[in-house]
């Protein structure tokens, strides 16, 4: 069912820090910050031959990730995102399984702009598990 990692997402005390580590250090594409207000979260891409890094940093004073940052005031992988081509069904066939989908089970449109769902990390060997449609 699953696809492509399409993403690994990590959660960062400082997102200049850690976007000039991965340009200069590590010597990686990096894109400028994108703020997603609706996410609660300023996002900086980093694009890989065969998947993306995203550094996330809290935005706004409800941002889900902020509880995340003081559990780990280091940062720390924050979720996986893989790709379905179906959403709806991924979903149905998870809730059937008795995994726990986040958020009511109906998908948001994602900082890509596509359907994403979020899966318990209790129900994935603690790992947060994002899906998004492509
Ligand atoms: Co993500």
């Given amino acids: 069912m699953i696809g492509r990692l399409n993403h690994v997402a ?3 005390p400082d997102l200049a820090a850690a976007s000039a580590q991965y340009r200069d250090t590590l010597g990686a594409l990096v894109r400028d910050p994108q703020d997603e207000p609706a996410h609660g979260v300023t996002v900086v891409f980093i694009e890989l031959p065969n998947t993306k890094i995203e550094l996330l940093h809290p935005l706004g004073d409800k941002s889900p990730i902020t509880g995340f940052l003081e559990k780990n005031p280091d940062g720390g992988i924050h979720h996986i995102c893989f790709e ?3 959403i709806l069904a991924a979903r149905d066939r ?3 399984s008795g995994a726990r989908v986040l958020g009511g089970g109906e998908p948001k449109t ?3 702009g596509k359907p994403v769902l979020f ?3 209790k129900d994935f060997t603690g790992c947060l598990v994002e899906l998004e449609q492509v």
């Fill in 10 to 12: 990590i959660a960062v």
């Fill in 84 to 86: 379905v081509e179906d």
């Fill in 94 to 96: 998870l809730l059937a």
């Fill in 110 to 112: 994602g900082a890509h």
């Fill in 119 to 121: 899966l318990h990390p």
